[in-house]
């Protein structure tokens, strides 16, 4: 349809459906409503109409005196039909989420619902009596949703007296019948992503004209951009109020403020007079007299707003005597603001409002830093089914860590207490509901960087549900103070903690908690929520500004040994970034490079001294500074407690991961890494990201196991009971076990993915570490120094699990079939020790100080090198006196000496400097240190010489002939061996490191038939004729699959094996390709 049509159906809902208009009508309110439905889908979007079988009415009445007790609806009817969409209209007792939900669970499971509603294809209208807003809901979510497991997701319009319909009917007018494609038009008609982009962009539009404006009125650019924000976000409290009605009882009180000046005698002073006033009316308390020069009739309505505190917290723009222009306002309310529906409920993993909630505060200033301090274009936020997982996740252990006695049938329970749809909890036991809602009563749970309350909102909506679970409302007194109480949070910068109270607040007032009345103000959530550093307890520069201890602020938590859960999504900085945040930046811009080189080294001094303090471990200093968060939520716990993160993944594989993968062993109970491999976490953000739980631990033991949990899903279908219980309670049935380095890991697969576990003894002696069994159990003992890749456990396919499992006994590590696997020659000085032909040439080198080398792979074309073709040599002189040498040696000493070559620091440790040392190797087998997108290992026909691009592999002759070997390792299940084993080092490449490639496994000797080492040999020659190209792209090669197939039959490896493999491959290279764009 045309945006014509869109401004029609906009009209007709402006104009048309309301309370009074429904009552006006002799049918009655409902009938009236119907009505309008069944005209606006039959009329204006084309379905077709359904009446009922005798034709005696224009719809369908459904039995709703058949379904259950526990659903109050009056009325329901069957108004419109698409292909296997239905249109119903229901009437309900209260219009609530919960209600709505029971309705369309029994719609798609009831026998009158049989037959087309299967795949959920129903929209459906709720009202009830007296309400002035009509819900329009969709369980429909295309190929996103999980059907299996019974979980509704609820998408939902608001329409009626007080909304802006701009978005619902854009959305309607794509719901066209007579086109094709509806199924996938109602899911995209549904989505909140691109209301969310959408409003973003409008928002930095907006923004930009405030910004403008102000720097135009002559504020600098930082003061600017900083009023811009704080007046956005001031009416964007207000768009929040209002939706709850309190702003004077109006939900559009915005429009008709503004509507009211624009009738005044008042001009060019809307911010001036009117704005300041209500902000000024909302930050003082009850008893403040204040003068306006308001019309009377407007003074009397903000006089009576409640008061608001922080939420309007006076900025330093307040006190600039700098207003905005009525145009730029106009277009900010009218253009932007009025254009868009706000909701103060919260999204929620399974209900969502089709809608601006109050989550968008702290995404539109947390985007807008990315984008002007990072250079990241769009919006960034947490997805909210990640934030629904790691609360239940975290929630489930404290649960399980104060049952006693914990068995199978007991963990089961807890984790449907946790994970399954309220609905569907039966509470019968009287003794164990009391004993989980005391459990719930007592929590106390902090996020170290709070932002603007995502996690903290997130644990809010599942406290609340799990307390209804077991018969506790979320407007009883108790249990609305005992969860706001139980919630801490610390942020550093300010905004950030203003934006949470006002999410938590509008949170606990959507639940039924207690509003302010009048001028009595918020409810006291705040008192919970700080301002400072929480890894670095000391003043700013400006003194108590953002002071912050937690022995201080938090000290009754920390007297009673810490907090239970310790949550969040901390900051991922890279180590060179990692700053002083309480520097004021205009201090930090006055500061020479020294100055900030030296506060940085000051700072981070500080972050490893605080590990050292608490744990007797020195982070490597390259760490990016989620490691430190480690450390501290670790810190912050009491025995027992848990913490739950959301972070990047590097700290799986790379270096620095190394001393927190320690510390994680040493005291705690690592008791899960989980990751989806369907889609990432972060879908915005360059981060691949990893959820981690892990229970504190007073006394250091290895006695526990870490799951690492890969699935084939986004979270959203797997935070249900029937999902997560095979992965959280494993009982050992059908795992299978795999030796991997010595050691046992045990392989299972879960519905909708894979469960990896691994003793922590194992992971620490996979480490380097060694183990001792003491009276309390295993005890770390040793260096953990080798650096141990955990990502493998969760980035391998299946596919190599099973082989490994299937071949563990034929398959031996690469360092025990060779001699030696050495890094090539580092010269220091590459132009003299590397001479090239024509250099040899002009000085007449004497051949006997030459030798074949390979300096690097771009220039080699084939896999197999032929030495005496290469255009480099290796100049090895061992004579120690130069006088003794040719005279063409001699002048090209001379030549190096002129270049400053002696005095490199690589070669000044040469005795003499042109000797490049008696502990070089040749090789004929050369692995590349670091690989793109191709797979190729070279293999010489005579021993050479290589640089340190490259390995030698020096295999052992009683084992493999090195051709048959390099054959083997150019297969594509090495490609994957490669990958698996391998550091990344940018988007497009990965690093392999010695150990290892001394690590990959090796088909034994003994397993491998003089057939099948010819045929080896004889693909490998095939593979040779063509020029290496992308791995991927050689997949469909004739020669690829014949070296393949002879390494597949190897292994044992069925054809839906090998086309696995082939699938992997193809996905990990995508995967680093997808990142080197994002670069």
């Given at each position: 349809?045309?945006?014509?049509?869109?401004?029609?159906?906009?009209?007709?809902?402006?104009?048309?459906?309301s309370?009074?208009?429904?009552r006006r009508?002799?049918?009655?309110?409902?009938?009236?409503?119907?009505?309008?439905?069944?005209?606006?889908?039959?009329?204006?979007?084309?379905?077709e109409?359904?009446?009922?079988p005798?034709?005696?009415?224009?719809?369908?009445?459904?039995?709703?005196?058949?379904?259950?007790?526990?659903?109050?609806?009056?009325?329901?009817?069957?108004?419109?039909?698409?292909?296997?969409?239905?249109?119903?209209?229901?009437?309900?007792?209260?219009?609530?989420?919960?209600?709505?939900?029971?309705?369309l669970?029994?719609?798609?499971?009831?026998?009158?619902?049989?037959?087309?509603?299967?795949?959920?294809?129903?929209?459906?209208?709720?009202?009830?009596?007296?309400?002035d807003?009509?819900?329009?809901?969709?369980?429909?979510?295309?190929?996103?949703?999980?059907?299996e497991?019974?979980?509704?997701?609820?998408?939902?319009?608001?329409?009626?007296e007080?909304?802006?319909?701009?978005?619902?009917?854009?959305?309607?007018?794509?719901?066209?019948?007579?086109?094709?494609?509806?199924?996938?038009?109602?899911?995209?008609?549904?989505?909140?992503?691109?209301?969310?982009?959408?409003?973003?962009?409008?928002?930095?539009?907006?923004?930009d004209?405030?910004?403008?404006?102000?720097r135009e009125?002559?504020?600098?650019?930082e003061?600017?951009?900083?009023?811009?924000?704080?007046?956005?976000?001031?009416?964007?409290?207000?768009?929040?109020?209002?939706?709850?009605?309190?702003?004077?009882?109006?939900?559009d009180?915005?429009?008709?403020?503004?509507?009211?000046?624009?009738a005044?005698?008042?001009?060019?002073?809307?911010?001036?007079?009117?704005?300041?006033?209500?902000?000024?009316?909302?930050?003082?308390?009850?008893?403040?007299r204040?003068t306006?020069?308001?019309?009377?009739?407007?003074?009397?309505?903000?006089?009576?707003?409640p008061?608001?505190?922080?939420?309007?917290?006076p900025?330093?723009?307040d006190?600039?005597?700098?207003?905005?222009?009525?145009?730029?306002?106009?277009?900010?309310?009218?253009?932007?603001?009025?254009?868009?529906?706000?909701?103060?409920?919260?999204?929620?993993?399974?209900?969502?409002?089709?809608?601006?909630?109050?989550s968008?505060?702290?995404?539109?200033?947390?985007?807008?830093i990315?984008?002007?301090?990072?250079?990241?274009?769009?919006?960034?936020?947490t997805?909210?089914?990640?934030?629904?997982l790691?609360?239940?996740?975290?929630?489930?252990?404290?649960?399980?860590?104060?049952?006693?006695d914990?068995?199978?049938?007991?963990?089961?329970?807890?984790?449907?207490?946790?994970?399954?749809?309220?609905?569907?909890?039966?509470?019968?036991d009287?003794?164990?509901?009391?004993?989980?809602?005391?459990?719930l009563?007592?929590?106390?749970?902090?996020?170290?960087?709070?932002?603007?309350?995502a996690?903290?909102?997130?644990?809010?909506?599942?406290l609340?549900e799990?307390?209804?679970?077991?018969?506790?409302q979320?407007?009883?007194h108790?249990t609305?103070?005992?969860?706001?109480?139980?919630?801490?949070?610390?942020?550093?910068?300010?905004?950030?903690?203003?934006?949470?109270?006002?999410?938590?607040?509008?949170?606990?007032?959507?639940?039924?908690?207690?509003?302010?009345?009048?001028r009595?103000?918020?409810?006291?959530?705040?008192?919970?929520l700080?301002?400072?550093?929480?890894?670095?307890?000391?003043?700013?520069?400006?003194?108590?500004?953002a002071?912050?201890?937690?022995?201080?602020?938090?000290?009754?938590v920390?007297?009673?040994?810490g907090?239970?859960?310790?949550?969040?999504?901390?900051?991922?900085?890279?180590?060179?970034?990692?700053?002083?945040?309480?520097?004021?930046?205009?201090?930090?811009?006055?500061?020479?490079?020294?100055?900030?080189?030296?506060?940085?080294?000051?700072?981070?001094?500080?972050?490893?001294?605080?590990?050292?303090?608490?744990f007797g471990?020195t982070?490597?200093?390259?760490?990016?500074?989620?490691?430190?968060?480690?450390?501290?939520?670790?810190?912050?716990?009491?025995?027992?407690?848990?913490?739950?993160?959301?972070?990047s993944?590097s700290?799986?594989?790379?270096?620095?991961?190394?001393?927190?993968?320690?510390?994680?062993?040493?005291?705690?109970?690592l008791?899960?890494?989980?990751?989806?491999?369907?889609?990432?976490?972060?879908?915005e953000?360059?981060?691949?990201?990893?959820?981690?739980?892990?229970?504190?631990?007073?006394?250091?033991?290895?006695?526990?196991?870490?799951a690492?949990?890969?699935?084939?899903?986004?979270c959203?279908?797997?935070v249900?009971a029937?999902?997560?219980?095979?992965?959280?309670?494993?009982?050992?049935?059908?795992?299978?076990?795999?030796?991997?380095?010595?050691?046992?890991?045990?392989?299972?697969?879960?519905?909708?993915?894979?469960r990896?576990?691994?003793?922590?003894?194992?992971?620490?002696?996979?480490?380097?570490?060694?183990v001792?069994?003491a009276?309390?159990g295993?005890?770390?003992?040793?260096?953990?120094?080798?650096?141990?890749?955990?990502?493998?456990?969760?980035?391998?396919?299946d596919?190599?699990?099973r082989?490994?499992?299937?071949?563990?006994d034929?398959?031996?590590?690469?360092?025990?079939?060779?001699?030696?696997?050495?890094?090539?020659?580092?010269?220091?000085?590459?132009e003299?020790?590397f001479?090239?032909?024509e250099?040899?040439?002009?000085?007449?080198?004497?051949?006997?100080?030459?030798?074949p080398?390979?300096?690097?792979?771009?220039?080699?074309?084939?896999?197999?090198?032929?030495?005496?073709?290469?255009e480099?040599?290796?100049?090895?002189?061992?004579?120690?006196?130069?006088?003794?040498?040719?005279?063409?040696?001699?002048?090209?000493i001379?030549?190096?000496?002129s270049?400053?070559?002696?005095?490199?620091?690589?070669?000044?440790?040469?005795?003499?400097?042109?000797?490049?040392?008696?502990?070089?190797?040749?090789?004929?087998?050369?692995?590349q240190?670091?690989?793109?997108?191709?797979?190729?290992?070279?293999?010489?026909?005579?021993?050479?010489?290589?640089?340190?691009?490259f390995?030698?592999?020096?295999?052992?002759?009683?084992?493999?002939?090195p051709?048959?070997?390099?054959?083997?390792?150019?297969?594509?299940?090495?490609a994957?061996?490669?990958?698996?084993?391998?550091?990344?080092?940018s988007?497009?490449?990965?690093?392999?490191?010695?150990?290892?490639v001394?690590?990959?496994?090796?088909?034994?000797?003994?397993?491998?038939?003089?057939?099948?080492?010819?045929?080896?040999?004889?693909?490998?020659?095939?593979?040779?004729?063509?020029?290496p190209?992308?791995?991927?792209?050689?997949?469909?090669?004739?020669?690829?699959?014949?070296?393949?197939?002879?390494?597949?039959?190897?292994?044992?490896?069925?054809q839906?094996?090998?086309?696995?493999?082939?699938?992997?491959?193809?996905?990990?290279?995508?995967q680093?390709?997808?990142?080197?764009?994002?670069?």
């Amino acid at each position: 349809m045309s945006n014509g049509e869109a401004g029609e159906i906009r009209r007709v809902l402006d104009e048309e459906l309301s309370l009074g208009e429904c009552r006006r009508d002799s049918r009655g309110v409902e009938a009236a409503a119907t009505q309008f439905f069944r005209d606006l889908f039959v009329e204006r979007l084309n379905f077709e109409a359904v009446t009922s079988p005798r034709g005696d009415s224009p719809w369908q009445d459904l039995l709703v005196h058949e379904w259950p007790n526990t659903i109050r609806a009056n009325a329901a009817r069957l108004v419109a039909r698409a292909g296997r969409f239905r249109v119903i209209y229901v009437e309900l007792e209260e219009l609530t989420p919960n209600t709505e939900r029971d309705v369309l669970r029994c719609l798609t499971q009831s026998n009158q619902a049989s037959g087309w509603t299967t795949g959920r294809t129903v929209l459906t209208v709720f009202h009830a009596p007296a309400e002035d807003t009509w819900h329009l809901v969709t369980p429909y979510e295309g190929a996103t949703g999980d059907e299996e497991n019974g979980r509704l997701v609820l998408r939902r319009y608001s329409l009626g007296e007080g909304e802006t319909h701009r978005t619902v009917a854009d959305a309607l007018s794509r719901l066209d019948a007579s086109n094709g494609r509806l199924a996938e038009r109602i899911d995209e008609a549904f989505r909140v992503e691109p209301i969310t982009e959408d409003f973003y962009e409008d928002y930095k539009h907006a923004f930009d004209t405030l910004s403008s404006e102000l720097r135009e009125n002559g504020l600098d650019v930082e003061a600017a951009d900083r009023y811009a924000h704080v007046t956005l976000n001031r009416l964007l409290f207000c768009y929040f109020l209002q939706k709850n009605g309190l702003l004077g009882g109006r939900a559009d009180f915005v429009r008709w403020f503004h509507e009211r000046y624009e009738a005044s005698d008042d001009e060019g002073v809307f911010h001036e007079t009117w704005l300041s006033a209500l902000f000024d009316w909302i930050t003082h308390p009850e008893g403040t007299r204040l003068t306006t020069e308001l019309p009377s009739d407007v003074e009397s309505v903000v006089a009576e707003l409640p008061y608001m505190s922080g939420l309007f917290h006076p900025s330093d723009g307040d006190e600039l005597d700098v207003f905005l222009s009525d145009e730029a306002l106009n277009s900010v309310i009218r253009g932007f603001l009025e254009q868009y529906t706000f909701t103060v409920r919260e999204e929620r993993p399974y209900d969502v409002d089709v809608a601006v909630d109050p989550s968008m505060l702290g995404k539109v200033y947390e985007s807008l830093i990315a984008e002007r301090e990072r250079d990241e274009a769009g919006i960034f936020y947490t997805p909210r089914s990640e934030v629904d997982l790691l609360c239940r996740l975290a929630l489930y252990e404290q649960v399980c860590d104060h049952v006693d006695d914990l068995d199978s049938e007991r963990t089961r329970r807890i984790v449907e207490f946790v994970f399954s749809d309220p609905q569907e909890w039966d509470a019968a036991d009287i003794e164990e509901t009391e004993q989980l809602e005391q459990i719930l009563h007592e929590l106390r749970i902090v996020d170290p960087a709070c932002g603007s309350g995502a996690f903290l909102v997130g644990m809010k909506q599942v406290l609340t549900e799990l307390f209804e679970k077991v018969g506790s409302q979320p407007d009883d007194h108790r249990t609305a103070q005992s969860i706001n109480e139980s919630l801490y949070g610390v942020d550093i910068k300010a905004w950030a903690i203003r934006v949470a109270e006002f999410r938590l607040w509008l949170s606990h007032v959507e639940d039924g908690g207690r509003r302010p009345d009048t001028r009595s103000g918020l409810p006291p959530i705040s008192s919970n929520l700080k301002v400072g550093d929480s890894l670095i307890q000391r003043r700013d520069e400006e003194g108590d500004a953002a002071a912050f201890s937690w022995d201080i602020d938090f000290a009754d938590v920390v007297e009673d040994g810490g907090f239970d859960i310790v949550i969040g999504n901390p900051p991922y900085v890279r180590q060179e970034a990692i700053t002083d945040q309480l520097i004021h930046p205009k201090r930090l811009e006055e500061m020479s490079d020294g100055e900030v080189s030296s506060s940085k080294k000051q700072y981070k001094d500080q972050l490893v001294e605080s590990v050292e303090e608490s744990f007797g471990i020195t982070p490597d200093r390259r760490s990016d500074i989620y490691v430190y968060f480690y450390f501290k939520g670790l810190d912050l716990l009491r025995d027992g407690g848990t913490l739950a993160y959301l972070t990047s993944n590097s700290w799986l594989d790379v270096n620095y991961g190394r001393q927190l993968q320690a510390g994680l062993l040493r005291y705690s109970n690592l008791r899960y890494v989980l990751d989806t491999r369907a889609t990432p976490m972060f879908g915005e953000a360059d981060v691949n990201a990893v959820i981690t739980v892990a229970n504190r631990e007073s006394e250091e033991s290895l006695d526990g196991e870490t799951a690492f949990l890969a699935f084939d899903e986004h979270c959203g279908n797997i935070v249900h009971a029937e999902a997560i219980t095979s992965a959280l309670v494993d009982e050992r049935e059908d795992t299978r076990e795999i030796v991997y380095g010595e050691e046992t890991l045990y392989y299972s697969q879960i519905r909708h993915g894979r469960r990896v576990a691994v003793p922590a003894s194992s992971l620490w002696k996979l480490g380097g570490g060694d183990v001792e069994e003491a009276s309390t159990g295993a005890r770390a003992t040793g260096s953990y120094s080798v650096d141990s890749k955990w990502g493998i456990y969760l980035q391998a396919p299946d596919v190599y699990f099973r082989l490994l499992s299937r071949n563990q006994d034929e398959l031996t590590p690469l360092a025990e079939l060779t001699e030696d696997v050495f890094r090539g020659i580092t010269s220091g000085a590459n132009e003299f020790y590397f001479p090239d032909n024509e250099t040899i040439s002009n000085y007449g080198i004497d051949e006997r100080y030459l030798s074949p080398l390979v300096k690097s792979p771009r220039t080699l074309k084939q896999r197999t090198i032929a030495p005496e073709r290469l255009e480099r040599k290796l100049l090895k002189i061992t004579e120690p006196n130069e006088d003794a040498l040719p005279r063409g040696i001699r002048a090209f000493i001379d030549w190096g000496v002129s270049q400053g070559y002696p005095s490199r620091r690589t070669v000044k440790r040469r005795d003499p400097w042109y000797d490049v040392g008696p502990d070089i190797k040749q090789t004929q087998i050369l692995w590349q240190r670091t690989h793109y997108t191709k797979h190729a290992v070279y293999y010489a026909e005579k021993p050479v010489y290589v640089t340190d691009r490259f390995y030698g592999i020096n295999v052992d002759p009683e084992s493999y002939d090195p051709k048959v070997f390099a054959a083997l390792l150019n297969s594509t299940f090495y490609a994957l061996v490669k990958m698996l084993y391998s550091s990344e080092v940018s988007g497009r490449s990965i690093d392999t490191a010695v150990y290892e490639v001394e690590s990959f496994p090796i088909p034994s000797p003994e397993t491998v038939s003089d057939h099948e080492r010819d045929a080896l040999v004889d693909a490998f020659e095939a593979l040779d004729q063509h020029e290496p190209e992308a791995i991927y792209d050689e997949f469909e090669r004739d020669a690829r699959r014949k070296l393949d197939e002879v390494v597949f039959g190897i292994l044992a490896a069925d054809q839906n094996e090998r086309a696995d493999v082939y699938r992997s491959v193809e996905r990990l290279s995508t995967q680093i390709r997808a990142r080197d764009r994002r670069r």
